[in-house]
């Protein structure tokens, strides 16, 4: 998968030299590139912001060099584009679904945004040529869109063939579509058995596979009804067995 991330703040990203993405960056399994937008102004000063229309607070990133960026990374002489995600707390929830679609796309673009964001002509601009999509990565506001960015590559990166060492504990993880889609993990124990006087569920140790499987579920349900009650109310009534409604 190819990923270009349009920045400010190319630095932001020193973290995906690290660990399993970096390794897999390494080995060509993720071909991530970063550009400077001040790359693409004209004045001495570099110049991506300007004063909103309508006024009001803050400033708001300048269409030409958003403009200019977009056509020199995603080419504009045939291929097929990439698709363009636009980070923002305006745009709709990012989830374990969208980091699966967005896995199986071969080329991503992360346009990031500051300040009050990007004139939004740019956003319709782009979509003449290419698929665009606002992704918020939570109810929060931060600085920009690096950090979002950051958090989607991750999510998506791991989903990579290849990427993790161990493909089961992708399909395990909280949120992963299957068996206990719609459910979070519940807690994981490693050795000694017994730790500062507290002993590891005597279940694990039993060998029973059918018993820590339902173990796992029992204890992913009740985490989840303390943690995350808005996941249980999307259960259908199909999704309950016998066991789960004693739990
Ligand atoms: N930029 C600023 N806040 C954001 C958020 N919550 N999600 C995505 N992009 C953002």
Not at 3 to 29: E, H, M, Q, V
Not at 80 to 101: E, Y
Request: proline share 9%; charged share 25%; with cysteine.
């Amino acid at each position: 998968m190819r990923i270009d991330i349009i920045t400010i703040f190319p630095d932001y990203f020193a973290p995906l030299d690290l660990s399993l993405i970096g390794k897999a960056r390494r080995t060509g399994l993720i071909d991530v590139r970063l550009h400077d937008l001040r790359r693409w102004t004209h004045d001495r000063h570099h110049t991506v912001d300007d004063t909103p229309y309508g006024g009001g607070p803050g400033m708001v990133m300048k269409p030409e060099p958003w403009g200019e960026a977009l056509d020199a990374v995603t080419g504009d002489a045939g291929g097929t584009p990439p698709r363009l995600i636009l980070p923002t707390p305006s745009g709709p929830p990012f989830t374990q679904r969208d980091a699966v679609r967005l896995a199986g796309e071969p080329w991503l673009v992360f346009a990031c945004g500051r300040y009050e964001g990007i004139d939004a002509r740019v956003a319709v601009d782009a979509a003449r040529r290419m698929p665009v999509e606002e992704l918020s990565i939570g109810d929060y506001v931060l600085n920009g869109g690096e950090v979002a960015t950051l958090v989607m590559v991750e999510a998506v990166s791991r989903l990579l063939p290849g990427v993790l060492g161990n493909a089961e504990s992708v399909a395990q993880d909280s949120f992963a579509p299957g068996a206990m889609d719609n459910l979070v993990e519940g807690p994981v124990y490693t050795k000694p058995a017994v730790w500062r006087g507290q002993e590891v569920p005597p279940v694990l140790l039993s060998g029973h596979h059918g018993a820590v499987d339902r173990w796992r579920r029992d204890e992913a349900l009740r985490r989840t009804a303390r943690n995350r009650p808005d996941l249980l109310d999307r259960f259908g009534p199909d999704d309950l067995d016998q066991r789960d409604r004693e739990v």
